[in-house]
């Protein structure tokens, strides 16, 4: 393969190349590329402009780096809103990844200070947390815990939670989340805890969330405290 008769820049038809390799599925998402050398002889261009092509798809989020590993397809990422109103399940689809939920936990729990603060629980109440992984295109990249009151969202124990959560209030039980509260987000590293449940490595970045979610009425629906894959995720301001 040989570029020359074009006006435009060598370095750019070979990111053009690359791109289209990417939409047309000759290279997946989270795929290792060729090598600089490789791309070298298959494009028949100098090394120079190999690594220029390269980098600019790096710089543009089409690649990315691992070092001592390769060069690799990235994810697709998942717009997100900072406010957390829409769902996992109807971000996935809007981004066109196939959702998946795994339940690890749902359980009545006597809440931490900082829930029972966050919930509005009296003294004495109990809260439910219930833990889910949440997967798209069969890969962890959401962790989620979320807090609801015992005494409002008991009947949650009972039901099928590895699919929309958002949908089963709103279409059976007329709950609707519709507004958001108080919402941060900060940078954090996967701990051993956290890397051996979204199956990765220790150190990988994630989002944290904290959010506080209402009802059609603004009554607490639930709290969140989320851990979003850092390369799979982008967020709105």
Same mark, same amino acid.
């Given at each position: 393969?040989?570029?020359?008769?074009?006006?435009?820049?060598?370095?750019?038809?070979?990111?053009?190349?690359?791109?289209?390799?990417?939409?047309?599925?000759?290279?997946?998402?989270?795929?290792?590329?060729?090598?600089?050398? /490789?791309?070298? #002889?298959?494009?028949?261009?100098?090394?120079?402009?190999?690594?220029?092509?390269?980098?600019?798809?790096?710089?543009?989020?089409?690649?990315?780096? /691992?070092?001592?590993?390769?060069?690799?397809?990235?994810? #697709?990422?998942?717009?997100?809103?900072?406010?957390?109103?829409?769902?996992?399940?109807?971000?996935?689809?809007?981004?066109?990844?196939?959702?998946?939920?795994?339940?690890?936990? #749902?359980?009545?729990?006597?809440?931490?200070?900082?829930? #029972?603060? /966050?919930?509005?629980?009296?003294?004495?109440?109990?809260?439910?947390?219930?833990?889910?992984?949440?997967?798209?295109?069969?890969?962890?990249?959401?962790?989620?815990?979320?807090?609801?009151?015992?005494?409002?969202?008991?009947?949650?124990?009972?039901?099928?939670?590895?699919?929309?959560?958002?949908?089963?209030?709103?279409?059976?039980?007329?709950?609707?989340?519709?507004?958001?509260?108080?919402?941060?987000?900060?940078?954090?590293?996967?701990?051993?805890?956290?890397?051996?449940?979204?199956?990765?490595?220790?150190?990988?970045?994630?989002?944290?969330?904290?959010?506080?979610?209402?009802?059609?009425?603004?009554?607490?629906?639930?709290?969140?405290?989320?851990?979003?894959?850092?390369?799979?995720?982008?967020?709105?301001?």
């Amino acid at each position: 393969m040989k570029y020359s008769n074009s006006i435009r820049p060598l370095y750019l038809q070979i990111q053009d190349d690359i791109k289209n390799s990417i939409n047309s599925g000759k290279f997946s998402h989270g795929e290792k590329i060729p090598t600089e050398t /490789q791309l070298q #002889k298959m494009f028949n261009v100098s090394r120079v402009t190999v690594r220029k092509a390269i980098n600019g798809l790096v710089d543009n989020g089409v690649l990315i780096r /691992q070092q001592g590993i390769g060069t690799f397809v990235n994810y #697709k990422k998942v717009n997100r809103k900072i406010e957390y109103v829409r769902g996992f399940t109807d971000s996935c689809i809007e981004n066109g990844l196939t959702p998946k939920t795994i339940l690890l936990d #749902k359980e009545i729990i006597t809440p931490t200070p900082e829930i #029972k603060r /966050q919930l509005k629980l009296a003294d004495g109440e109990q809260a439910i947390w219930i833990r889910r992984k949440r997967l798209a295109n069969e890969k962890p990249i959401m962790l989620e815990n979320n807090y609801f009151s015992q005494k409002r969202f008991a009947f949650l124990l009972n039901e099928n939670l590895e699919n929309s959560l958002y949908h089963l209030l709103g279409k059976k039980y007329n709950i609707f989340p519709d507004n958001p509260g108080k919402t941060t987000l900060e940078l954090c590293v996967s701990d051993i805890k956290l890397a051996k449940i979204m199956e990765i490595n220790i150190g990988v970045p994630f989002f944290y969330m904290e959010t506080e979610i209402s009802d059609q009425n603004k009554i607490l629906i639930h709290v969140g405290h989320q851990y979003y894959l850092g390369e799979y995720y982008k967020f709105d301001i």
